[in-house]
């Protein structure tokens, strides 16, 4: 049974949709809807579009969603992408000197294709006709009058101003207001914690890369694996960059309650990655002098209870934000969207019935895989530094974890999902 192929010039429910944050997931969603004739606006609170942090890279069950939400975002991807030079993905033992390889994994014909985040959502913009996004919008409230049920919800915001929509999808990342106002200001999901890991973050001129490395070492994905620290390579900008995040462990809390990265020295990634063998420390040796730390921040230890309530829903790292060991976050909000674009689009009248089923149709979809990712992710960082009892340094148990939970996530069937989410819709109507 195959998806039908979305209206892309009539909303025959007229419904108009708010999507709060203009990042990679709000931008893709937005697409999605406007492909299929449904009215969006984007607000965010920043002054332009941007993306923090920089190499991003996308399995096959994310192309397969692109494709789904709209072929569109795909081919912007596949603008800006860099295809492995050999499609395969290797586990190497960091500490060992003959840096032993522990698992690899054939990627398929599409790879495990990185690309720069500004990059590839600097393609989607492209994409965005004028005045769908309005900037310097922060949300203070939301306002869904349950007595009235043709009345759209109110969005006000810190400058004064009011906002209306039939639907609101908080899109707004891991320190997400809205889920703040959907959870409730003293619910403990709707906040991040820390996880107790942080990342040094950097990019290398290839030509210095090759350089120290080879070609091998540089060409396809490299997890480096080792006690209390791991560190992931791959190449990005057309091959003219190898993108670097080295993780390590913190004992501490995180200082700065109100920022996720801080100021690092070279020095602290030397020292951390110290006991590891000389492909590692070559890596961080190229590294710039002056580096961020980006803290691991996820919601492992407080999952939001539902994704939806109401008109009101959250996707992406708004609602599951995971730590990035998987590199499926971004995958995964692009998941989300395919599912919410294809079950507005299903919706038949603008009444508050049939909008709640469809966001509870996609709450019953997608909440179990993708709390799924936000537990597996955690395992996995503490797997990958030696850290989980069960696992430990045994090698072939790291091979195995790493084979089915990598398999879980890329070979995903997407459209059978969506399809599925055709079926719950219906339950909810009944």
Sequence with gaps: MAIKDPPSTNNPAKLHVAIVGAGIAGVTLALGLLSRGISVTIYERGASFREIGAGIGFTSNAERAMKILDPQIHAAFKRVTVQNGTDWFMWMDGMSEDCSLIHKMYLGERGFEGCHRAEFLDELVRLMPDGIVRFGKTVDRIEEFEWEDERPVHLKFTDGSVECADVVIGCDGIRSRVRQLLLGADNPASYPTYSHKYAFRGLIPMHQARAALGVEKTDTRHMYLGKDSHALTFPVAGGQILNVVAFTSDSHDWPFPEKFTSPAAKADAVQAFSGFNSTVRSIIDLLPEQLDKWAVFDTYDNPPPAYSKGRICLAGDSAHAAAPYHGAGAGFAIEDGAVLAHLLSAVSSDSRKDITAALQAYDS??????????????????????????????????????????????????????????????????
């Design 365 to 430: 979809v997608r909440r179990e895989r993708a709390q799924w990712l936000v537990e597996t992710s955690r395992f996995v960082g503490e797997m990958y530094q030696w850290q989980d009892k069960r696992v430990g340094s045994d090698l072939g148990k790291c091979a195995e974890e790493i084979e089915w939970r990598s398999r879980k996530i890329w070979d995903y069937d997407v459209e059978q999902m969506v399809l599925q989410s055709e079926r719950a819709f219906t339950r909810e109507l009944m």
